[in-house]
């Protein structure tokens, strides 16, 4: 039986605002154990391509800053400023690059050892940041696209909790699989509140070839954690779906996956999203301009959402 506290008050269904999905929350982990010295690799790995060129290039003017001032230090810079901190700093970038111009020369046991450490450890940065850049650039990613919102509207008859996945690229992803996961808050006997996770039961959950769409379905039946669910119910219960999709890469031959996270509040009850599927006797049209339209779903009296009053007249929403 499903639970429709006041079908009036959902109406019709509108079309969603247009705004910039809100941000994921982060969890702060508090007491573990702090990471090893190997996991900045790591770190870097997971950095996007604007930080770590930020970060790349702040550490090699860093590095020629430092020895930029054990050049004024040590002196023995032939025709260089006497204590120009500029002309010890171009010296540094030219030993670094292995440039060397000829104009500024090291002259003297210091600052020809320094010199020596400076080419070494210019050696294993360049080494470092070479292995970085090649390892970022050559790493699979998968650019998955998902819809907007997932809807709930009657599919032959049984409400279905269904969404849109589509592949940015125009390659493969062969062997794709989508697991879905509804995640809810209990409270125990004891009075304690636990962060449940139940597995949903797709009506297909792996297809051979993932090409540009594919819509997920999933029956909302007696054995659904859904079933007799509402929009109040699912926002009292804090209800979050956690999608996640892995797949082999045809061009890299790799493993790539992705994810995505639906709050109760990203969930249409009583609208389906429009066909995007053309069929003609030459032609197969996908028109992905239409990926997040939806559109309202006809109510009944085991369903009564949008209403149970007589639906508006059909139009496309975006």
């Not at 440039?99 to 010199?115: Q, R, T």
């Not at 360049?126 to 090649?134: K, P, Q």
């Not at 697991?179 to 139940?198: D, I, N, P, Q, S």
Request: with cysteine.
């Amino acid at each position: 039986m499903w639970r429709a506290e006041n079908p009036s008050k959902l109406g019709a269904v509108t079309a969603p605002p247009k705004t910039e999905p809100a941000p994921d929350y982060e969890v702060e982990v508090l007491g573990a154990p702090r990471p090893p010295l190997r996991d900045f690799y790591h770190a870097l790995m997971r950095l996007s391509w604007t930080r770590t060129l930020l970060l790349v290039g702040a550490c090699y003017f860093a590095l020629n800053a430092l020895f930029a001032l054990g050049y004024l230090a040590t002196g023995g810079l032939a025709h260089a400023r006497p204590q120009s901190f500029r002309d010890a700093f171009y010296f540094s970038v030219q030993t670094m690059g292995t440039i060397g111009y000829g104009s500024i020369y090291p002259e003297s046991d210091a600052s020809n050892a320094l010199v020596v450490l400076q080419s070494t450890l210019s050696l294993v940065f360049t080494a470092l940041v070479t292995g970085l850049v090649f390892a970022k650039f050559s790493r699979p990613t998968a650019r998955l696209l998902f819809s907007h919102h997932a809807t709930i509207a009657p599919m032959n008859g049984k409400p279905t909790l269904s969404f849109r996945l589509g592949n940015l690229r125009a390659n493969r992803i062969v062997e794709a699989q989508v697991r879905v996961a509804m995640v809810r808050t209990e409270h125990t006997t004891e009075g304690k509140v636990f962060y449940r996770m139940l597995d949903l039961q797709l009506t297909r959950e792996r297809i051979l070839s993932l090409s540009r769409s594919w819509t997920v379905l999933h029956v909302i039946d007696e054995s659904s954690p859904l079933y007799g669910s509402s929009p109040a119910s699912l926002a009292d219960d804090e209800v979050e779906f956690l999608v996640t999709v892995t797949g082999t890469d045809d061009t890299w031959m790799q493993q790539v996956h992705s994810s995505h996270r639906y709050r109760d509040s990203d969930v249409l009850w009583g609208s389906r999203h429009v066909d995007i599927l053309t069929d003609t006797p030459t032609r197969v049209t996908l028109d992905l301009r239409r990926f997040h339209d939806v559109e309202p779903a006809q109510p009944s009296q085991d369903f009564p959402y949008p209403s149970l009053e007589p639906p508006p007249a059909k139009r496309m929403l975006s």
